[in-house]
């Protein structure tokens, strides 16, 4: 079954047109609503940086052992941008965000991406559109550790990469790790000046049903054009660190079709440890579907469940959510072997 959904998924990547309708042709708005919507910048939203920050949960596999840091808002606003990091001792991996918007009308995720170059923090950007909704927004960002290893070590065998498209009302782009390097995460940002673009895509790339080399970011505007770039973020690491030998996985699962309203997928750890949680929002008809959670499921602090969430706006679109989800584990302990650490 899992070689099953994760060829669905390679799929998807070679062929995106497929998993998405083309943006609306609407510019103004719904018909007969004078609603006008917020312009935002990453760099204009003030940024809240570690708060209510506590430890979510925590999961080993062997000589890895990974913890998952929450932030959330202070306030419920819109727009929305937080930034959490990991603890002295470890390097950020991955991560997710829930725009959290209660019974309103909707908030959706902007960005959701590696902050820099340190491996210590993750940061989300969410906002509601053409409809107030103050919303409150958690950041999780996922930490690794090794077996004797420093954090200084670990970021000298790491590397992230960036790439960036071509402006577009609905931007795609793939960021690749170099050859030398396993994938572990990813994200992606919507380098938005106006209105807003949304994901609708942050995704790891599979082959066959192995993880590929590289991170698919897709983006889109709702109903009141903005045509900017999208950011995709890939993170690697090295195979081998000190003396431990790495190896990635992709599990994946993907929810039943929603005529309208809100599509939830659970995706279930199968060995190892998490790493880096995708969604794709896939759709086939109408102005789109757009993300507002990707994370851990908050019931399950063992790390092993993790949702990703989906919802049209304003307009009906029916379609259905995959929730793609990369993994380590100690490569000289597989399945159904012992682990003497």
Known sequence: MIANRTLRLSLLILLPS?????????????????????EVSSSAVSLEINPNRRLFGTRKHCRL????????????RSPNHVSCGVDSGWV????????????GDGAMLMASYPTNDDFHTW????????????????????????HNTTSATMRA?????????????????LATVPAGYLLVGGGARAETTGA???????????????????????????????????????????PTINGISLRNALDLDYSA??????????????????TGPGVQSQYWDGPGRMVFRVGPSTTDTTLQLWRA?????????????????????????????????
């Open 18 to 38: 497929l998993a998405c309708a083309p943006p609306p042709e609407e510019s103004t708005g719904p018909a007969g609503d004078s609603a006008e919507v917020e």
């Open 257 to 274: 079709r929603v005529d309208t309203g809100v599509a939830t997928v659970g995706e279930r750890l199968t060995f190892g440890v998490p």
């Open 157 to 173: 065998n790491m590397v992230r990469v960036k790439a960036v498209s071509a402006p577009a009302h609905s931007p795609q782009v």
């Open 65 to 76: 052992t990974v913890k998952v840091w929450a932030c959330t808002s202070t306030t419920a």
């Open 92 to 103: 950020a991996v991955g991560g997710g965000a829930w725009a959290d918007y209660g019974t």
């Open 309 to 341: 969430s989906s919802k049209d706006h304003l307009w009906v679109t029916p379609g259905q959510i995959l929730a793609p989800l990369l993994s380590l584990s100690d490569a000289s302990y597989p399945p159904g072997s012992v682990c003497p650490y």
């Open 196 to 238: 807003g673009q949304f994901i609708v895509i942050s995704s790891p790339t599979a082959v066959g049903i192995a993880p590929g080399k590289s991170w698919e970011a897709r983006t889109k505007d709702h109903g009141w054009e903005e045509v900017v770039p999208v950011s995709a973020f890939a993170i690697g690491i090295k």
């Open 123 to 146: 940061t989300a950007l969410s906002k509601d559109h053409g409809v107030v909704n103050p919303h409150t927004l958690t950041v999780y960002v996922i930490g690794l550790q090794l």
